[in-house]
C-alpha cells in the first residue's frame, strides 16, 4: 500500500464546547492520491481541513502529515502543505507574475519557481494583463499557483469550484488532474456535489453529521452504491415471481422480495416481466439506505 500522506486519528472537535461537528474522523489520504473530501453542507468538511492545516487547535485526536505528528512538528509539516481555503487576497491592479513576485518574496523561493508555477496553472501567456481584468477561474488558477510556490507536497483545496461557472469549474478540474499528474502532488479537495468529486478523485471521504461514513478508493464507492440500492416488491406471488425474475438476482425478505437497484430501466423491465407472465404487482418501491440517501442528496445539489 502507498504511504499516507495524511493521517488522523480519531479526530473529534466541538465549538465552544457544545455539541461535535466532527466525531472520530480517521482520514486516510494516500501519496499521490487525488482524495476527494465529500459532504453536504455543514457536515465538518472546513472543520477537518482547518484541523489538517493547524489553522483550529486539535481537541482530541491527532493528525499526521508524512508520518510526523502535526502537533510536535509543526512548522517542518507545514512547509510540505499549500492550501486554499479562504481566498487569498489577489492584487487586482497587478499582474499574475507580479501577484506571485508578491507572495515569492514572502515564501523566500528562487525567482525561477514564477515561472514554474505560472505554467504549472496555465498562466504563463497571460502577459501584462491584470487579476482585476481575469475570468474567475483564471484568478482559482493563481490562486492555486500562490499555494504552489513552496512546492508542497500535498495542496489542500476546499470548494474550489464554488462559484465559477462551468468554464471555470472545468479549468479547475482540468487544472487538479493535472498537477497531480505532472508535478505529483498530493491533492485534497473538498466539495458538497459528488458528481463532480467522481470526475476527478482517484479516493474519496465522505462525511455527514461530523462522522466519515466511507473512505476508499472510487471503484469501491461505485461497487458500495450499487450494493445500497435495492427495488422492493410486493406481489401476488412472491414465489413465482422469485423464478421469474431469477436473472435479477432477487432475495426474499419479510414477505417482500428484494431486488438490487441498477437503473430505472431495468426496474420497469421486472414490472413489465412480473406483468406479463401474469403475476399482480402490489408494490414496487425504491428502497434507499441512509447512505443511499445521502448520495441522492448529494447528486441532486449539483442540478
Ligand atoms: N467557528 C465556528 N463556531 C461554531 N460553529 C461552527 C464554526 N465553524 C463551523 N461551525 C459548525 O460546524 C459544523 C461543520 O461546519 P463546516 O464548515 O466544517 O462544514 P462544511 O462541511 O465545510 O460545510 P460548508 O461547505 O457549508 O462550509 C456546522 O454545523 C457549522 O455550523
Same mark, same amino acid.
Not at 474522523?25 to 499521490?32: A, D, F, K, R
Not at 502543505?81 to 479562504?86: C, H, M, Y
Not at 489577489?90 to 514572502?106: F, I, P, S
Not at 473512505?215 to 461505485?222: A, E, F, I, S, V
Given at each position: +500500500?502507498?504511504?499516507?500522506?495524511?493521517? #488522523?486519528?480519531?479526530?473529534?472537535?466541538?465549538?465552544?464546547?457544545?455539541?461535535?461537528?466532527?466525531?472520530?474522523?480517521?482520514? $486516510?489520504?494516500?501519496?499521490?492520491?487525488? /482524495?476527494?473530501?465529500?459532504?453536504?453542507?455543514?457536515?465538518?468538511?472546513?472543520? *477537518?481541513?482547518?484541523?489538517?492545516?493547524?489553522? %483550529?487547535?486539535?481537541?482530541?485526536?491527532?493528525?499526521?502529515?508524512?508520518?510526523?505528528?502535526?502537533?510536535?512538528?509543526?512548522?517542518?509539516?507545514?512547509?510540505?502543505?499549500?492550501?486554499?481555503?479562504?481566498? &487569498?487576497?489577489? /492584487?487586482?491592479?497587478?499582474?499574475?507574475? $507580479?501577484?506571485?513576485?508578491? /507572495?515569492?518574496?514572502? /515564501?523566500?523561493?528562487?525567482?525561477?519557481?514564477?515561472?514554474?508555477?505560472?505554467?504549472?496553472?496555465?498562466?504563463?501567456?497571460?502577459?501584462?494583463?491584470?487579476?482585476?481584468?481575469?475570468?474567475?477561474? +483564471?484568478?482559482?488558477? %493563481?490562486?492555486?499557483? %500562490?499555494?504552489? =510556490?513552496?512546492?508542497?507536497?500535498?495542496?489542500?483545496?476546499?470548494?474550489? #469550484?464554488?462559484?465559477?461557472? &462551468?468554464?471555470?469549474?472545468?479549468? *479547475?478540474?482540468?487544472?487538479?488532474?493535472?498537477?497531480?499528474?505532472?508535478?505529483?502532488?498530493?491533492?485534497?479537495?473538498?466539495?458538497?456535489?459528488?458528481? $463532480?468529486?467522481?470526475? +476527478?478523485? #482517484?479516493? +474519496?471521504?465522505?462525511?455527514?453529521?461530523?462522522?466519515?461514513?466511507?473512505?476508499? #478508493?472510487? &471503484?469501491?464507492?461505485?461497487? =458500495?452504491?450499487?450494493?445500497?440500492?435495492?427495488?422492493?416488491?410486493?406481489t401476488s406471488n412472491n414465489?413465482a415471481a422469485?423464478?421469474?425474475?431469477?436473472?435479477?438476482?432477487?432475495?426474499?425478505?419479510?414477505?417482500? %422480495?428484494?431486488? &438490487?437497484?441498477?437503473?430505472?430501466?431495468?426496474?420497469?423491465?421486472?414490472?413489465?416481466?412480473?406483468?406479463?407472465?401474469?403475476i399482480d404487482v402490489y408494490?414496487?418501491?425504491?428502497?434507499?439506505?441512509?447512505? $443511499?440517501?445521502?448520495?441522492?442528496?448529494?447528486?441532486?445539489?449539483?442540478?
Amino acid at each position: +500500500m502507498s504511504q499516507l500522506i495524511v493521517q #488522523t486519528q480519531q479526530l473529534t472537535h466541538r465549538f465552544s464546547g457544545g455539541q461535535p461537528v466532527l466525531q472520530d474522523v480517521n482520514l $486516510e489520504v494516500p501519496e499521490g492520491s487525488i /482524495y476527494g473530501f465529500l459532504g453536504p453542507n455543514g457536515a465538518g468538511k472546513t472543520t *477537518t481541513l482547518r484541523l489538517i492545516l493547524g489553522l %483550529l487547535a486539535t481537541q482530541q485526536g491527532s493528525v499526521s502529515i508524512l508520518g510526523r505528528d502535526l502537533k510536535e512538528q509543526r512548522v517542518a509539516v507545514l512547509r510540505q502543505v499549500g492550501s486554499l481555503i479562504e481566498q &487569498p487576497s489577489l /492584487y487586482a491592479h497587478l499582474t499574475a507574475k $507580479e501577484n506571485l513576485e508578491v /507572495y515569492r518574496g514572502v /515564501y523566500g523561493v528562487d525567482k525561477i519557481r514564477v515561472t514554474e508555477v505560472l505554467h504549472l496553472v496555465g498562466l504563463a501567456a497571460t502577459g501584462s494583463k491584470k487579476a482585476k481584468q481575469f475570468s474567475l477561474g +483564471m484568478k482559482q488558477r %493563481l490562486s492555486i499557483a %500562490l499555494a504552489l =510556490l513552496h512546492q508542497p507536497k500535498l495542496l489542500i483545496l476546499d470548494e474550489p #469550484t464554488n462559484g465559477l461557472d &462551468p468554464n471555470g469549474i472545468i479549468e *479547475t478540474r482540468e487544472l487538479v488532474q493535472r498537477l497531480n499528474r505532472e508535478a505529483g502532488v498530493t491533492i485534497i479537495v473538498s466539495s458538497h456535489i459528488l458528481a $463532480e468529486v467522481e470526475k +476527478m478523485a #482517484t479516493h +474519496m471521504g465522505i462525511i455527514h453529521g461530523g462522522r466519515l461514513l466511507f473512505q476508499g #478508493t472510487l &471503484p469501491q464507492l461505485q461497487a =458500495l452504491k450499487q450494493k445500497q440500492a435495492f427495488v422492493q416488491l410486493q406481489t401476488s406471488n412472491n414465489e413465482a415471481a422469485l423464478g421469474v425474475l431469477k436473472g435479477f438476482a432477487p432475495e426474499r425478505q419479510n414477505g417482500h %422480495l428484494l431486488v &438490487p437497484f441498477t437503473s430505472q430501466e431495468d426496474t420497469a423491465a421486472i414490472n413489465r416481466l412480473l406483468v406479463n407472465q401474469g403475476i399482480d404487482v402490489y408494490q414496487l418501491n425504491a428502497r434507499t439506505s441512509d447512505l $443511499e440517501q445521502l448520495f441522492l442528496d448529494l447528486t441532486s445539489q449539483s442540478k
